[in-house]
């Protein structure tokens, strides 16, 4: 059968409610690059088919930063590597509910609270849950977080909160995670999303790409992601951070960028697919090519430690291709 068909043929399942096969994702990961464009242009058309045309815009609050007892090789805020990226603590509840009022009138959906730490102490768990009630009480905006490893108890006192989504991320294959981070598991991040469901959390995974992974390990990722079938996935792109291990990894080629969203689709056809870190620095269109090859999400106003596109910039560009901000 030809490339072609094959695609067709797998994007009929999706209509038609079916999971593809393991093998179904797998084939459609290695359609050769001259079928890319009908693998993309079969991703977003199962997109708008499931979600229509509406992208889902985020704003960050990276509540805590750098100093991180982490050694992610990749992330500036590891305490491990010397990235003269400044350290701050948490702010005032007042200071976040500014910023995410601000957010909201900016047209965000969403708005997160991130922090470059293992896991919260019980005192700054305490602080956040603070903050968290000050943003519902004043701005009516969805909140999500991404706070680390979570215990039991804490994911619950979150869902009280109405916390609606729980970020944290796989970062790459399990046959890769090894030399990506040594202080601490795979299974600790499978443990903890584990635990964020059980608390009815909405799960938000993803990870990072252009790590030096092979495509057999994105598509590894992959399918431990249509395994989880979180209500969001969240891809970064690398970002080399001066100073860290990967500060001079070369930039993976658009075509494989594409390939992994477009498969992300088939698999997740009702997820949200957001393009997040290292979308202005990887991609010569800000995403639009990715916006119409299956993701739906885009991050917007600067990232953790670095900065992004304003949001009236982005705003535009959704509207250009035709798209609802
Ligand atoms: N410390 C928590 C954790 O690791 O789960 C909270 C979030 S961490 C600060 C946020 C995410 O940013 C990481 O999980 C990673 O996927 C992404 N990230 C960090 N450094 C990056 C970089 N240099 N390029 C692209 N994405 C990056
Ligand atoms: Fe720490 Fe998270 Fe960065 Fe890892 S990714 S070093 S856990 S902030």
Partial sequence: MSALKFIKECQEKVFSGERISVEDAKNLFNVPNEDLKELAKCANEITRDYNGNKVD????NNIKKNACSEDCTFCGQSAFFDTGIET??????????????????????????????REPSKKDFTNVCNIITEINEKVGISVECSLGFLTKEQAKKLKELKVKRYNHNLETAKSKFP?????HTYQDRLDTLEIAREAGLELCTGGIIGLGETREQRMEMTLELARIYPEEVTI?????????PLELQVNLPNSEITRIFSVIRFLLP???IKI?????????????????????????????????????????MIEKIGLEA
């Fill in 270 to 272: 009702e997820s949200v």
């Fill in 88 to 117: 701050y603590q948490l702010p005032s509840p007042e200071e976040v509910v500014t910023k995410a009022k601000k957010a909201k009138e900016e047209g965000a959906e969403s708005y997160c609270l991130v922090a470059a730490w």
């Fill in 276 to 316: 997040s870190g290292g979308r202005e620095t990887n991609l010569d269109d800000a995403g639009e090519e990715l916006l119409q090859s299956g993701a739906n999400g885009i991050i917007t106003q600067g990232y953790l430690t670095m900065d992004g596109n304003d949001a009236q910039k982005d705003r535009k």
């Fill in 179 to 183: 030399e990506i981070c040594t202080t």
């Fill in 57 to 60: 815009v985020e704003q960050l």
């Fill in 236 to 244: 970064n792109i690398l970002v080399p951070v001066p100073g860290t």
